[in-house]
Antibody, heavy 120, light 112 residues
Framework: QVQLQQSGPGLVKPSQTLSLTCAISGDSVSSNSAAWNWIRQSPSRGLEWLGRTYYRSQWYNDYAESVKSRITINPDTSKNQFSLQLNSVTPEDTAVYFC??????????WGQGTLVTVSS | DIVMTQSPLSLPVTPGEPASISCRSSQSLLYSNGYNYLDWYLQKPGQSPQVLIYLASNRASGVPDRFSGSGSGTDFTLKISRVEAEDVGVYYCMQAVETPLTFGQGTRLEIK
């Protein structure tokens, strides 16, 4: 059974960096058949895909254009996890952030969600 | 980006009655391998979304058979044959034929 456990602060100051981690159990971040995603949800924007990392003989990343200049998603093979960094946050980045495993055409496992509030 | 449009946005249903949700995409979701990359998710109150249907018509593991998905190209439907109280929540369609993955606005199902 795959489990994704999210961790990270729930409050970030404007202009600072939002950092979240998603620890994987029951699968490997280096899997050749999965992709590891970050998605956020807010009342104003609904569910919004932010980006993904995946391994197919080498590491790849894809990012949403809306955050491409500010986002980094990194795998950590030593800890079997992946992370999200979003720089220069504003109150518009306030949302519930989810990690998720994409495989066989769908996101089959989701993290528990982390409410991140951007406020001074 | 592919725009996903759901209807209705609100769906009051009497228990035991059927329900249907429509999802339309701004581009075809049919990939060259013959699969339509359209999923349906249910987000129950206070929970993360959970997959119900993937690749348009495949029921995910553990999903009751009263849920079914159909459609191809740009028009898709989720049907619940007999709604139960536990089906309350917000239903989303999502396309995965290309990045960015995009979601519909959500359909809130409530029990009458």
């Amino acid at each position: 059974q795959v489990q994704l456990q999210q961790s990270g602060p729930g409050l970030v100051k404007p202009s600072q960096t939002l950092s979240l981690t998603c620890a994987i159990s029951g699968d490997s971040v280096s899997s050749n058949s999965a992709a590891w995603n970050w998605i956020r949800q807010s009342p104003s924007r609904g569910l919004e895909w932010l980006g993904r990392t995946y391994y197919r003989s080498q590491w790849y990343n894809d990012y949403a254009e809306s955050v491409k200049s500010r986002i980094t998603i990194n795998p950590d093979t030593s800890k079997n996890q992946f992370s999200l960094q979003l720089n220069s946050v504003t109150p518009e980045d306030t949302a519930v952030y989810f990690c998720g495993r994409y495989r066989d055409g769908h996101i089959d496992y989701w993290g528990q969600g982390t409410l991140v509030t951007v406020s001074s | 980006d592919i725009v996903m449009t759901q209807s209705p946005l609100s769906l009051p249903v009497t228990p035991g009655e059927p329900a249907s949700i429509s999802c339309r995409s701004s581009q075809s979701l049919l990939y060259s391998n013959g699969y339509n990359y359209l999923d349906w998710y249910l987000q129950k109150p206070g929970q993360s979304p959970q997959v119900l249907i993937y690749l348009a018509s495949n029921r995910a593991s553990g999903v009751p058979d009263r849920f079914s998905g159909s459609g191809s190209g740009t028009d898709f439907t989720l049907k619940i044959s007999r709604v139960e109280a536990e089906d309350v929540g917000v239903y989303y369609c999502m396309q995965a034929v290309e990045t960015p993955l995009t979601f519909g606005q959500g359909t809130r199902l409530e029990i009458k």
